[in-house]
C-alpha cells in the first residue's frame, strides 16, 4: 500500500497544470492573500516558498523583486514552476523534498516563510508540528511565517457550490457526519489531506515561538457565493472584494472561508 506521502506526490506530479490554474479559478483567494503578503513582503527580501507547488506565489514574489526559492514535494510542480518563472523573465531557487525534512534540504536563514501547502496533506498531528519546526529553523529572528490550512468547512462549501449530489454518495457519508459533529477530518478528500477546524489554528500555532499578527480566511466571505460574484462586472468585484478584506479577520466569519491563513511573527 502506499503511503501518503507517495499518493500526494503523485497526485501533483499527475496535476501540476490543474494546480496551476486553480488559483486563476479562485481568484479571490489568490488577491486576498496576495493582499496580505504585500503588507509586509518588500523588494529584496529572501522568502522561501515551502510547498508552494507549481509557483504562484513564488512567481508572483519574484516579479515584486524579492529572492525567492521554491520548494515542493512534486517534481512535476516544480518543473512547471521553472517554465512559468522563464515564461515570466524571473528566477528562483527550486528544490524537491519532503516539507518535514526542508531544513536539511535548503540552507541559509530567510526573511519570509510561506507555508502553504504541506499542512493540508500531513494527517498527523506530530507531523505538522516537525514541519513548522523545520520551517521556522529556517526563518531569521523576527521574520514572519504565513502558514494556510484547509477548513473543515471547505468540503462542504465546494459541494454545495458545483457537486450538490454528492451528499448522497457512500463515500461522503463520514465527512458529512464529522461535519454535522463539528469535528476534523483527516483521510481522503481530493487527495489525503486534513481539514481544520478554524478554532483549532490558533492552540496548534501557540506552541511555537511566534507572536500572532493575523488569522483570516483567504476567500473571505466571498468562497460560498464566489461563482456569482466572479460573472459580475469589474467595479462590482472590486467592492466585495474591499468588503471581504475588511472583514476576513472576523472570527464569526472564517466558517464563509475554504482556507485559512495564519502570519505569525518569529520571537
Not at 503578503?37 to 529572501?46: E, Q, V
Amino acid at each position: 500500500m502506499k503511503d501518503t506521502v507517495e499518493v500526494v506526490r503523485e497526485f501533483y506530479d499527475s496535476s501540476a497544470q490543474a494546480e496551476w490554474e486553480r488559483l486563476q479559478q479562485h481568484p479571490f483567494e489568490y488577491e486576498l492573500t496576495c493582499r496580505y503578503l504585500n503588507r509586509y513582503i518588500k523588494p529584496g527580501d529572501k522568502v522561501l516558498d515551502v510547498g508552494g507547488g507549481p509557483g504562484r506565489y513564488s512567481l508572483y514574489l519574484a516579479k515584486k523583486g524579492c529572492k525567492v526559492s521554491l520548494f515542493d514535494l512534486s517534481a512535476g510542480n516544480i518543473e512547471l514552476a521553472r517554465q512559468k518563472a522563464i515564461e515570466h523573465g524571473v528566477s528562483f531557487r527550486t528544490f524537491v523534498g519532503d516539507a518535514r525534512e526542508v531544513d536539511t534540504i535548503v540552507e541559509g536563514e530567510y526573511d519570509h516563510v510561506l507555508l502553504m501547502g504541506p499542512l493540508y496533506h500531513l494527517l498527523e498531528e506530530a507531523d505538522r508540528v516537525k514541519t513548522v519546526e523545520a520551517c521556522l529553523r529556517l526563518l531569521k529572528q523576527g521574520g514572519l511565517i504565513f502558514v494556510s490550512f484547509i477548513s473543515s468547512y471547505a468540503g462542504i462549501i465546494w459541494a454545495m457550490k458545483y457537486e450538490p449530489q454528492m451528499l448522497l454518495e457512500a463515500g461522503m457519508a463520514t465527512p458529512v457526519q464529522l461535519f454535522i459533529d463539528d469535528q476534523p477530518f483527516a483521510g481522503d478528500g481530493f487527495t489525503k489531506a486534513y481539514f481544520i477546524r478554524h478554532k483549532d489554528v490558533l492552540p496548534f500555532m501557540a506552541q511555537f515561538p511566534l507572536e500572532k499578527l493575523h488569522l483570516f480566511g483567504q476567500e473571505s466571505i466571498l468562497a460560498p457565493c464566489e461563482e456569482v460574484i466572479k460573472a459580475q462586472p469589474q467595479e462590482v468585484i472590486d467592492k466585495w472584494l474591499e468588503v471581504a478584506e475588511q472583514v476576513c479577520e472576523r472570527e464569526d466569519l472564517l466558517s464563509y472561508s475554504e482556507h485559512l491563513m495564519y502570519i505569525g511573527r518569529k520571537l
